[in-house]
């Protein structure tokens, strides 16, 4: 059986996966172009030179050659060849050097010796290139000769934007970052889980949540989407995540909001607790602001959004992290999809959530006469619905969540939401929200009268 | 040495074990009357058809007798012999079958071959025969000759109630339920300990609290009772306890209130620390309405009262559980006394528990001069009341109760309870609505001059 | 190199070991002489007889000599030659008797036959003498000369007082006890540690805080204290610890104050953690009035105060305590100069604590362009001050102090500290208090106009 989604998630990789990305300028805008084929994107334009927030916005940087040539006519770190070769926004330079000279300009992983490091210089001007430490270390003496050949110019920082409107206008918030060169998990795998989970949320009959979903350059560019959003943010996400880091096989690891335990985290940690509850295959973290992605924007402390991010492999713990080993062989299309689905089941968990009122909470209601207990009582009954039932009746008492309810009774938060539409039916359940409307007519009706 | 309880308590089971109860009829009110020998049980009646919160009563169901007769003569599942053998509430059926059209009607519990099953069907019209697997396995080929003669007619459901006064109206409950036929620990441990319980109480020279006695039909009967006392019990009760599975010698098992940490739990789990400051020999268990007994209904979201229930084997969880093997073998009488001796012990707690105020809140009041601290300081001396006393004068700042004091000090709430008695002699101690009112007076006085 | 501190450290050592020191007297006296050598300590004086708070003041005690006679003519418990053998305060006595009529006299500790025990009778007459057990076991039989000559005379109980004024009146209490005779650990490391931390904070260029030293009779002497002092000191300390058990190597084990989690509880174990950041090798106790020291008075109900103590081996845990073996070879000096350090960083943690306010709430602000962090991004960095910088200014939101910031973000105060001034200079934190005010002239200024 051919599955469609992982011939086109493989096809999405391979034809972003060369272009020359960077915090702006033409990779990063092609590299727009290409996921506004599959989520319709809005593009927010920010002109270099400017501030936004605390931040001055550098020029566009852009490559037309790099390398250098040794003393035996051999050519190293050729950007054509491989664009980790190069620091990010090195300043233009031709020239020649011995290879003591040339070698405060070169960085190498010696712990990982075939592999070239990733390595930017956005905001001091300097050149440098990136190598493999085996290569490094055959460099032989003599002269080198010395080219980057990259231009500053003015232009636009951008940033993607798509919302799927709702019922309601409080949101849900998608992010991830797309200014990597060459970085297949931490940075590939985030906008193409992104845009498999657009596609899933569109295709929803119903949403209760508005869903917003966006493409920034990491850090500098989540920075200028918040200095025209933020404000409307602050108003309307009731939960967010970050999406990075999604294409291994790793265990989970989920990184907390700012807040702790917002709706964000409820609702994460419900879906991983019912994938494994012996919770034995995930790691939960603590909010940490000194390492991770865009949610250290979103969770500064004047936005604090319930912001958080289910991971794989998570950025700084693993080997491969920030390197050229960080590529097509080290991540598993089947895993990202799966992560698709995974982000699938939290949006199911949201949109299901509800606080229920019980409306015979004087004691048990008869459930036996309305079929939902088993009207044999033997031992050994299989009575894993009925019990849940009684579970959900016994917190509903417009107090509890179902996320509060699932947690406290460890049944599925489905399982209760389904079992919720079920006593709904049989007049034994109300929405806190209509429970509320209907005290506040009646209290009109009682002015009124 | 005669222990006349012992006697006594055996010869009552004696009595009650062979009566066919069930949910109402003649077994249960001639329960109810055994019963009344040892409590002065107010009856209070529910007619069968009416409804009560969400529950419809049913009908009286009465057998005049039930069997079936194989092929080989022998009659089998006679109710006569064991009241087990009929599924309760089964409708009347007589009539001629083969073992395969028989079969759908029997019931037996596979693991344990030996065992007859306890089922029920109260609000499902069918009739069955539960018996032991071996007996069933042998069952010949052939024509069976059933014979199901119930009677359904109209009644009463009854509760029985005996409310024993003290100083004040706020209440103790101790509630248990008389409607399982043959069942030991899971069914006549529970009535039997709260009538010896009962006795305890009733011989207290003086009582702080009111404390209510209550037997019921499970669920249902539970549900009828509450139709016409909750609200009342919503205003009184301050503690409560479900009497049931008190018959065997197992570690005990102590299931909290919704409340989670009521003052029925804190009296409840003072005592077993108390028992066993390890905490090696006890369980305690989260409240769940999803099994249990009459505190999922007197726990249920409206009513929302702080009641518990301390058992040894708890239903579910030991084998023998709503089989014929939850008998007289089972249990242990000297063990049923032992329990009505620690929930006699929660009542000691609960009338000893106190907020007290230190009139010499400003440093330690000298202890030495008053006799309450060894007045020879030297290595090694026994001062465990004086350093009792200590934390007693320290915590009684008018914020925490004994239970709290117990709980932060480890010493157990009867030490501190007398030990505050001498303090109040001393002049050290007052109670805190003693210091309340005197507060009040003071005012008044203030007010007037 | 020669230390001067641990030259004078043990200086005053041994003039103070000798001295006949009780709750009150001559020996109390001139130990508040020689400690007023290096701490400027006001006197404060109670007369005997007198009522304060709920103690009656005894009189002043002194002995001219004390020993017994045995048959064999030797001298035994020769008070001048080790100021232990008398029991504390014990009345004139002079008398022949036989060995069994001297025995109930007579304080050994079995369990360390080479220990004189200490023994005190303060408020209950008697007389008594303390010796080692391999002595007592060797008295032959025979008469026995008794010779205690003391007297009890008019006169004052005294506390020493100093307090170094800072910025604010908020005060930081540093209080310990000088009443014990011969106890090395259990009573001098106290008042050592007292003035040698004295001298660092009277060094300090700056302080925050206004700094309190207290010496007293450990029980009867602090509550004439406070009974001058208490609700002055409850007005105004902040933080509080009790000095004693000092003076040898054990872990460290601190004590909570009743408040549980108090500033002074804070900063004691920010300290502790920095040191050990495993937490292996530190002790932590819950507050418990039922032993201790001076702790049980400032935490008395009525004053409650934020008080603490900080040991190294604990009173009553070690085998030394309160006997002849708690001596000048139980102790180190070095151990005592190192726990004078380590309340100086307890003073450095407390003065360095502040509420900060982000003034850039919104995003990170570019810390590279300032300097605070890396311009050049590739992995393996030291980032730690980077990476801390992160941490206080997403917790800088005016609801957080620098533990509370220290707790989460598992960095030392101290460096946080350091790194808020940084942050300050460079306009992008300010002081919660000083933004407060700012708000209110602003406010005054927007009512003017």
Known sequence: MVDSRRIKIEDMFDRLWPLPRSIAGQGFSDSLDIMAEMIPLKRLQYPTGTKVLDWHLPKIWEVRSAYFIGPNGKKYADFHKNNLHLVSYSVPFKGKMTLDELKPHLYTL?????????????FEERWGFCLNHE??????????????????????????ECVLPGESKDEILFSSYLCHPSMA??????????????????????RKYTYRFV????????IAYLS?????????????????????QAPFN???????NSLADQAALSVLKELDPSRQQYFVHDFDPSRGSEERQYCSPGYDLPVGSLMRSMYNDYKEYHSSLDNKDFISFDAMLANVDLYSKIVAALESNQIWVNLNPYGEPQLGRRNLYPNLNVRSHDVRRARAT?????????QHDLFQISERSQYPILLLADIAQTLKKEG??????AKKQEAGSAKNLTVKS
Chains 1, 2, 3 share one sequence.
């Open 110 to 122: 010696p712990s990982l010796p075939k592999a070239i490091p990733y390595a930017t210089s956005f």
């Open 185 to 206: 998990s931490n940075e590939l795998s985030g906008p193409l889980v992104l845009a498999f989970l657009y596609e899933k949320i569109a295709a929803m009959k119903q």
């Open 390 to 398: 009684m579970w959900l009746l016994n917190l509903a008492d417009g």
């Open 228 to 248: 025209k959003r933020g404000q409307e943010l602050k108003q309307k996400v009731k939960a967010g995540y970050v999406l990075t880091c999604l294409g291994d």
């Open 135 to 160: 290569e490094y270390e055959s460099l032989p003496e003599g002269e080198y000769e010395v080219v980057v050949d990259s231009v500053f110019k003015d232009g636009f920082f951008e940033s993607g």
């Open 428 to 433: 034994l359940l109300v929405e806190a929200s």
């Open 254 to 260: 989920y990184k907390r909001s700012r807040q702790g």
């Open 215 to 222: 493409l920034n350059a990491e850090t500098v560019g989540t």
